[in-house]
């Protein structure tokens, strides 16, 4: 399976703390992709980091991927209580037209 | 708006009905996307469009289920006799370009079967 898994499952933290979540995956990829759904704007696309990337930054968000470990993590410094969440780790790479597979996810509550 | 527009939003049937999703993509993409959702778990990939050819169908997909997308534009997506376990979010995204680009997604259909 493709399906990239997530840790933890739930993570609860005080506005301004930083979260982490991290992701392990099975097959190799194209690229892994996080993605964030909540209740208002559904779920939305965040980064991708490339198979031949290790770090990758946007805004309060970082992403790292270590291939060998087939595992990745993302950093959400500065957290907010909009950035409460569901978090989804996605494989893209085990298609030819790059099918999206996701895990689980990761709840983030941020109690303001 | 040019995202990814589902209707309806929601919708509630009875057990046996059959019920049809829509799905409209953003317009220049080529590639759509169905998925299914329940309650505290990640989306399901159903099934997979290259503009009108239905390219990939998940084995989730039962005879009860049939998706189309005739023009390589919108798509729908129909649950014959329908049953509970069919209750969930259907959710539909689009994308174009190469291997394993971002997908925008709708808001996706709320169907709840009593």
């Known amino acids: 399976s493709q399906q990239g898994e997530e840790d933890p499952q739930a993570l609860s933290i005080q506005e301004g703390e930083n979260a982490t979540m991290n992701c392990s995956y099975k097959t190799s990829i194209n690229n892994l992709q996080w993605y964030r759904q909540n209740s208002g704007r559904g779920l939305v696309h965040l980064i991708l980091i490339r198979s031949n990337e290790r770090e990758k930054h946007s805004g309060r968000l970082r992403v790292t991927l270590d291939t060998s470990k087939k595992s990745s993590s993302l950093l959400i410094t500065a957290s907010r209580a909009a950035d409460t969440a569901s978090y989804f780790c996605?494989?893209?790479?085990?298609?030819?037209?790059?099918?999206?597979?996701f895990g689980q996810g990761t709840i983030l509550t941020v109690h303001p | 708006d040019t995202g990814v527009s589902q209707d309806p939003r929601h919708k509630i049937t009875k057990r046996g009905q059959n019920v049809t999703f829509r799905c409209d993509p953003i317009s220049e993409h080529n590639r759509l996307y169905w998925y299914r959702q329940t309650l505290g778990q990640g989306p399901e990939f159903l099934t997979y469009f290259q503009n009108e050819a239905q390219l990939e169908k998940s084995r989730l997909l039962s005879d009860r289920f049939s998706a189309e997308r005739p023009k390589g534009s919108f798509s729908t997506l129909e649950i014959q006799r329908t049953e509970q376990g069919d209750s969930a979010m259907y959710l539909c995204?689009?994308?174009?370009?190469?291997?394993?680009?971002?997908?925008?997604f709708g808001q996706g259909t709320r169907l709840t079967v009593v």
């Open positions: 996605v494989n893209a790479g085990g298609t030819s037209y790059g099918k999206l597979t």
């Open positions: 995204a689009s994308n174009s370009g190469g291997r394993g680009t971002e997908a925008f």
